[in-house]
């Protein structure tokens, strides 16, 4: 990317995908030396610029969610204070499934503290502040525990889709064609949905 382009996506950084406003904001630090450099030449602030370069380095599925507007960038950025990936894959995973009832910007970055301090893993600490249930399960053709749907959440996030979607197309795939008339019938699909689970299961290692 050439420094025109690159100055031209970071002034329109709103509009612009993480991943492509992460490459500008590269490419300028590298003529410009600092987030303060590149402030001098474009309109948003260091502070700004140096955020957004951070919410561009996090996991390709988790920037998509911020991207959606399912996950704030308030709360994605104290995401990107989380040294371990999965650790933050699990945080923006409960703040997006909690919705509404989900921590706020401020109870994350008290949670990412408290993970920094003490080390301790982040669904102990989610459960022991907001009695996250970790081992809730729903029904889904078959019940699914909380971390299956976080493994297969991860898969269909990288590839930009809804974990209860992809799920639904790998059932709808394996249905299409098929012709049920009878219990025997119905007990044949029984029997055979373990190979549709064994292709979800695939998914969520």
Not at 16 to 31: D, R
Not at 181 to 197: E, F, H, P, W
Request: hydrophobic share 40%; net charge negative; with cysteine.
């Amino acid at each position: 990317m050439e420094i025109t382009e690159a100055k031209a996506v970071v002034a329109d950084y709103k509009q612009q995908q993480l991943g492509v406003l992460g490459e500008a904001i590269t490419v300028l630090k590298k003529e410009y030396a600092t987030y303060e450099g590149i402030a001098q030449q474009v309109a948003p602030s260091a502070a700004t610029i140096t955020k957004y370069h951070a919410l561009s380095k996090l996991p390709q599925g988790i920037r998509w969610k911020v991207e959606q507007g399912q996950l704030p960038p308030t709360h994605a950025e104290q995401i990107c204070r989380l040294k371990d990936e999965n650790d933050q894959w699990v945080l923006a995973f409960c703040i997006v499934d909690a919705g509404k009832q989900g921590p706020s910007a401020r109870e994350c970055k008290d949670v990412v503290e408290d993970v920094r301090e003490t080390e301790r893993p982040i669904a102990e600490v989610l459960t022991e502040r907001f009695a996250f249930e970790f081992d809730k399960t729903v029904a889904l053709v078959v019940p699914v525990d909380y971390w299956f749907r976080f493994k297969i959440c991860r898969t269909a996030w990288n590839r930009q889709e809804e974990w209860k979607n992809l799920v639904y197309k790998i059932l709808s795939e394996w249905l299409a064609g098929r012709e049920f008339s009878s219990t025997a019938d119905l007990k044949a699909i029984s029997r055979q949905l373990s190979d549709v689970a064994s292709q979800i299961e695939e998914l969520a290692e």
